[in-house]
């Protein structure tokens, strides 16, 4: 004989979404750049990693562990490659960032036994500079050479160095923001 009366308000649940950060990167052929996934409104939270579309990526495009650790590949030439964390929960949400490849530098002699030359090519507008030394902490830094604007190669002698030595070399390239 008792009776009582409630209103019940559902909510639907939260549109569920992947981000990934940074959604841009610049990375050299053979070196690792860090990814981070994050999903919401789902309660499983992990993703799974591709490369091109490929899981886990390749040789060719580059690899992305399971933790979101991307290697670039090997390469002789600048490239790009769009890395995708995809939800475990929801396979149609996923987000994408895109990566430039940057090919190794070259190095190659001069007339003068104690300075070198070194080409790069960034694939957009950066201040490029040689870091060199007898071993791999280098040590001795050339100026910085700007790249045309949206990128292209830059060449920097590198000199200073004692003859007879082997030297470690390597390009510090800084992009504009």
């Known amino acids: 004989?008792?009776?009582?009366?409630?209103?019940?308000?559902?909510?639907?649940?939260?549109?569920?979404?992947?981000?990934?950060?940074?959604?841009?990167?610049?990375?050299?052929?053979?070196?690792?750049?860090?990814?981070?996934?994050?999903?919401?409104?789902?309660?499983?939270?992990t993703v799974t990693w591709s490369v091109n579309g490929t899981a886990g990526g390749n040789s060719t495009v580059g690899t992305i562990?399971?933790?979101?650790n991307y290697t670039a590949p090997?390469?002789?030439?600048?490239?790009a490659a769009m890395v995708t964390a995809t939800s475990t929960a929801d396979t149609t949400k996923s987000a994408s960032a895109s990566v430039g490849i940057i090919a190794n530098g070259v190095v190659t002699t001069t007339n003068?036994?104690?300075?070198?030359?070194?080409?790069?090519?960034?694939?957009?507008?950066?201040?490029?500079s040689i870091q060199f030394g007898p071993d791999t902490t280098y040590g001795l830094n050339t100026w910085q050479q700007p790249t045309a604007s949206g990128g292209g190669p830059?060449?920097?002698?590198?000199?200073?160095?004692k003859m007879n030595t082997p030297y470690h070399m390597r390009a510090k390239v800084m992009f504009a923001r």
Request: hydrophobic share 45%; no cysteine; net charge negative.
């Open 112 to 128: 003068n036994v104690q300075v070198a030359s070194y080409t790069i090519n960034p694939p957009a507008t950066a201040n490029v």
């Open 65 to 68: 562990d399971a933790n979101g």
């Open 1 to 45: 004989t008792k009776s009582a009366i409630a209103t019940v308000t559902v909510n639907p649940p939260a549109a569920a979404a992947v981000t990934i950060s940074p959604t841009t990167a610049f990375v050299g052929a053979g070196q690792v750049q860090q990814f981070m996934a994050t999903v919401t409104g789902e309660s499983a939270t």
């Open 74 to 79: 090997a390469s002789t030439q600048n490239g």
């Open 154 to 161: 830059v060449t920097i002698l590198v000199a200073g160095m």
